[in-house]
């Protein structure tokens, strides 16, 4: 089993940025996934969501209208699109499938700095 994130970065404030998360080993489709953040000496957050099929999401209060959780099952690949970066968003990105047990990327770093 693999999760591998990537389209991490430095971004000025304002700006946007698209991570992916590409998944291998396991059956991706019968997975809900999410994305999650770590800021130092931040407890992990749970960032957005999203069910198997792709017909549900869910986000965090602090990401809402700005971030867009989406998935491509015929790829095994999970997407966070984020728009109008804040600094507070500058954090450790980690994607998530869950079914019956959870599995992590090694996770990609956001940083949103002039």
């Known amino acids: 089993v693999q999760l591998v994130e990537s389209g991490g970065g430095l971004v000025q404030p304002g700006g946007s940025l698209r991570l992916s998360c590409a998944a291998s080993?396991?059956?991706?489709?019968?997975?809900?996934m999410s994305w999650h953040r770590q800021a130092p000496g931040k407890e992990r957050e749970l960032v957005a969501a999203?069910?198997?099929?792709?017909?549900?999401?869910n986000y965090a209060d602090s990401v809402k209208g700005r971030f867009t959780i989406s998935r491509d099952n015929a790829k095994n690949t999970a997407y966070l699109q984020m728009n109008n970066l804040k600094s507070e968003d500058t954090a450790v990105y980690y994607c998530?499938?869950?079914?019956?047990?959870?599995?992590w990327g090694q996770g990609t770093q956001v940083t949103v700095s002039s």
């Open positions: 998530n499938a869950y079914k019956f047990r959870a599995y």
């Open positions: 080993g396991f059956t991706f489709s019968s997975y809900a």
């Open positions: 999203i069910t198997s099929a792709g017909g549900s999401t």
